[in-house]
Structure formats: C-alpha cells, structure tokens
C-alpha cells in the first residue's frame, strides 16, 4: 500500500519558469489537498478537493493551480515560479466521510527552489 | 477564522524525563477535532495523537498524552519518558466542521532530546 506519493522529491526551477508538482493516493480518499511549509510559519493550505471535479482554494493559492479530474490524483501547477514559492510542499488525504475525525495521511513532500 | 498558536519555538527535554508542548487555538466552533503531528528530520508527518472536542477524557497514545482544556482552549502535549527517537519538529493542528474541513496548523515547536 503506498498511501500518499508526491512526485519529485527536490525542483529547482528558475524565476518564470512553470512546472507540476505530482500527488498520488491509493486509498480512495475522497479529500485531498496541497500545503507549503515555511519556517516559523507552520503549514498552510494552498488548494484543496473534497472529491473529483471539485476543487477550492485555501488560505495561499495564488500563483498555484489545481485540478481534480480523478479521484487518485490531484496535481498542483506553478504557473510562472517566483523566488517566493520557494518551500516544501506536502500533498496530504484523508476520507471525507466522518471527515473531522478522519487524520490527513501526508506525502513526503518536495523541495522547490526558486532561483 | 481559526488559529493556532505553538508560543515554544523551541523546547529540550534530557532523555527519560517528561516535557510539555503547549498550543492553544481560537475558534468560534462547539465540535471540531485536535491533532498533534510529529515531523522528524526525514521530512514524513507523521500522526501522534488526536482528541475530539466533544470528549471531556484526554487522549492518550502510549507515552504521548495531551490535556484538552476546552474552555481555555488549549491543547497541550505531555511526551514521557522521552527518548531520543521523540526529536522532531511538533505541530499542533485544529479540524473544524465547516465546509472543506480545512486542517490549520501552528508554527511548530522544535523538541530537541538529550542523551
């Protein structure tokens, strides 16, 4: 059972240039989402999907797009990369079903550097 | 909207003693859900221990224990018998029940354990 796969593991990309970052479930979770980790700053919600074709933003997501076209996969784009997007970024899912007691299960993030 | 607030960047502990993390949040809501994660340096996070607001008894994971203060609305972390596998960076985090269920974290406290 792999759980959460977040594809790559370390980016680094130059200013303006654009890029996907990957997420894979195979737990058939319903709730999927996209967080940044900042130093000091804790993790923050950047778009998240309570199911196929649904999608919503979260607390940062400009400069970041998603989509939801399956239940297993939900991608997240950086549509021209700035030096600020530059953090660890970690996919995470869980059951929507008795949702607030449903713990988010996490990928192992990635490492974007912005040049 | 709600937060939540780790006010320890930082806290150490000597191995095989007992050290508490503190977190306290603000939220409007009655029921919602509390969780502590555990981020060791290989970046994984990793679920320690989760508490329903709705339940006055205090959860309790082996050495990992928190006390749930509903009406201070604090939610602290007591590990004992720390060992030095408990290194880590420690998260507290709020689940609350409105729409998307969004998971809010605080800024984190760095335990550093001493052999």
């Known amino acids: 059972n792999a759980g959460v796969t977040q594809t790559p593991k370390f980016q680094v990309l130059k200013t303006g240039q654009s890029m996907t970052l990957q997420c894979a479930q195979d737990m058939n979770h319903e709730y999927m989402s996209w967080y940044r980790q900042d130093p000091g700053m804790g993790l923050r919600l950047i778009h998240y999907s309570v199911g196929a074709g649904i999608t919503d933003q979260g607390e940062v997501p400009n400069g970041y797009n998603v989509s939801r076209s399956t239940t297993e996969d939900f991608p997240l784009r950086l549509l021209s990369a700035a030096p600020s997007q530059t953090s660890v970024y970690f996919c995470?899912?869980?059951?929507?079903?008795?949702?607030?007691?449903?713990?988010?299960?996490f990928g192992n993030g990635t490492r974007l550097t912005v040049t | 909207a709600q937060t939540v607030t780790q006010s320890q960047p930082e806290m150490s502990v000597q191995e095989a003693e007992t050290v508490t993390l503190s977190c306290t949040y603000d939220?409007?809501?009655?029921?919602?859900?509390l969780f502590w994660y555990k981020q060791p340096p290989s970046r994984q996070m990793i679920l320690v221990i989760r508490q329903e607001a709705y339940k006055q008894q205090n959860a309790t994971e082996n050495r990992f224990s928190v006390n749930f203060q509903k009406a201070a609305k604090s939610f602290s972390l007591k590990i004992s018998d720390s060992q030095l596998g408990d290194a880590a960076m420690y998260f507290c985090a709020y689940r609350g029940m409105e729409y998307g269920n969004k998971l809010v974290f605080g800024a984190g406290t760095i335990l550093r354990v001493k052999s």
């Open positions: 939220t409007s809501e009655s029921d919602y859900y």
């Open positions: 995470a899912s869980s059951y929507s079903r008795g949702l607030g007691n449903s713990p988010l299960h």
